[in-house]
Nanobody, 113 residues
């Protein structure tokens, strides 16, 4: 049974940083493409970043240069380092495995002064 557990969300001021983690179990993590998505209040779920099994990364335009996705296959964990946070980054952030086949429960990120 695949499980994805996100952590690291919270309240941060504009311009601040957070690092989200997603711990995976029940799957061959090193083979999986992993991604981060987010859903802001009243909006649909939006793709944020993706890292392939070969560590190639892609980002949605609004986070390029501010967010970094990475993975540690020894820990079965994918990370999202978020810098220069803006109020519009406020959302529930979800981890996904295999391009949307599996999802975590989400972690809230709130950017506000």
């Amino acid at each position: 049974q695949v499980q994805l557990v996100e952590s690291g969300g919270g309240l941060v001021q504009p311009g601040g940083s957070l690092r989200l983690s997603c711990a995976a179990s029940g799957m061959t993590f090193s083979f999986a493409a992993m991604g981060w998505y987010r859903q802001a209040p009243g909006k649909g779920r939006e793709w944020v970043a993706r890292i392939s099994s070969g560590r190639s990364t892609t980002y949605t335009d609004s986070v390029k240069g501010r967010f970094t996705i990475s993975r540690d296959n020894a820990k079965n964990t994918v990370y999202l380092q978020m810098n220069s946070l803006k109020p519009e980054d406020t959302a529930v952030y979800y981890c996904s495995a295999w391009d949307g086949r599996y999802w975590g429960q989400g972690t809230q990120v709130t950017v506000s002064s």
